[in-house]
């Protein structure tokens, strides 16, 4: 089995989920008493909330970068940032670390190509919905197209999510702003949404809604259960 590297803390509420899903996935795997071998630096999110907000996005990259050298220094095999938004950053993160970076927007495309999505709704922090970071890479890598709330819209997930998510708050008339939220991007033609924010799913399931939600967390830690149990290690993506 191959050693996970976990880069988590931001927020460590959807860190336990992976830590959770992780483990989960390898005992679902092999059975008995068997748990993932994980490597995991947890950063202080209140540093990192600070910067981002101040837009200091060069200054957060390498107080990442740092933590997932630490990773990587404590035997990891392959890199997890459990976060959507931080990876705006992963080039930088890339360029600090010799193995392989398991992207989640690559893993989530994956999985909406495989069932035929061409065009989904995307939910997460404003730097996520709003800048092209990881837009782009849906659309131009896996020819995706991404469709985003409206500005109001925008800013009540974005306020969800750093006022109550990351606090480990969970509010039933947040829950119904996100599922109108959600019948707002079928309107506009999204056959899915994607929870773009590792939290989201801490208040929003598909048990709450028709509309096929694709939750980044579970997505994630499921693919880099399939990369520890394989023989060999895919290549993922470098930045060196």
């Known amino acids: 089995m191959h050693t996970i590297g976990l880069l988590g803390g931001m927020s460590w509420e959807s860190t336990q989920s992976y830590y959770r899903a992780l483990n989960e996935g390898i005992k679902a795997a092999l059975g008995g008493l068997h748990s993932a071998k994980v490597a995991m630096v947890s950063v202080d999110f209140a540093e990192i909330e600070t910067l981002q907000h101040q837009g200091q996005w060069e200054e957060t990259g390498e107080l990442l970068a740092a933590a997932a050298g630490q990773v990587q220094a404590a035997g990891a095999d392959f890199l997890l940032i459990a976060t959507n938004t931080m990876h705006k950053v992963a080039p930088q993160i890339e360029r600090a670390i010799d193995i ?53 819209q925008r800013d009540t997930v974005h306020r969800v999510i750093y006022e109550e998510l990351c606090l480990g708050r969970i509010e039933s008339a947040s829950r119904d702003a996100y599922l109108d939220i959600i019948v707002s991007l079928r ?20 048990a709450d809604t028709d509309m096929p939600l694709y939750d980044t967390a579970a997505i994630h830690a499921a693919r880099a259960v399939e990369w520890a149990l394989a023989a060999t290690i895919p290549p993922g993506t470098h930045g060196k």
Do not use: W
């Not at 690559?106 to 995307?122: C, F, P, Q, S, W």
């Not at 309107?187 to 994607?194: M, N, P, S």
């Not at 929870?195 to 801490?202: D, K, P, S, W, Y």
């Open 187 to 206: 309107e506009q033609g999204a056959q899915a949404v994607i929870l773009g924010c590792t939290e989201i799913a801490l208040l929003v399931s598909q």
């Open 100 to 152: 392989p970076l398991l992207h989640i927007a690559d893993a989530t495309a994956e999985k909406l190509v495989a069932d035929n999505i061409t065009r989904v709704g995307l939910l997460g922090t404003r730097f996520t919905m709003e800048q092209a970071f990881y837009k782009d890479r849906l659309s131009e890598r896996f020819g995706i197209e991404v469709v985003i709330p409206d500005a109001m």
